[in-house]
């Protein structure tokens, strides 16, 4: 059983700064792409950020520059360092990782979110 908990949404300025953290367990034989996401009230959920295995990451156009992504193999965790933080980032941001258990080669596992709020 995978499971991603994420951790590190607060309520914090516009301009602030605020690391979220999500750490996968379970039997799991490997993780490949590691990534956020996040859902604004009233919208569907977006891409925010990806990893690869390798460090290669991905951003979507409206955190690029301001968001880092990234991970530690070792412990199963991603990261996701938000700065510059808008209003506009207001939103649960979600955890997701393309896992390899016993019972699948690669499936998508998702977390339960954390509410990252920013206040004007």
């Known amino acids: 059983q995978v499971q991603l908990v994420e951790s590190g949404g607060r309520l914090v300025p516009a301009g602030g700064s605020l690391r979220l953290s999500c750490v996968a367990s379970g039997s799991m034989f490997s993780i490949n792409n590691m990534a956020w996401y996040r859902q604004a009230p009233g919208e569907q959920r977006d891409f925010v950020a990806s990893v690869n295995t390798a460090g290669s990451t991905n951003y979507a156009d409206s955190v690029k520059g301001r968001f880092t992504i990234s991970r530690d193999n070792a412990k199963n965790t991603v990261y996701l360092q938000m700065n510059s933080l808008k209003p506009e980032d207001t939103a649960v941001y979600y955890c997701?990782?393309?896992?390899?258990?016993?019972?699948?080669?690669?499936?998508?596992?998702w977390g339960q979110g954390t509410q990252v709020t920013v206040s004007s």
């Open positions: 997701n990782a393309d896992v390899r258990t016993i019972t699948s080669s690669l499936k998508a596992y």
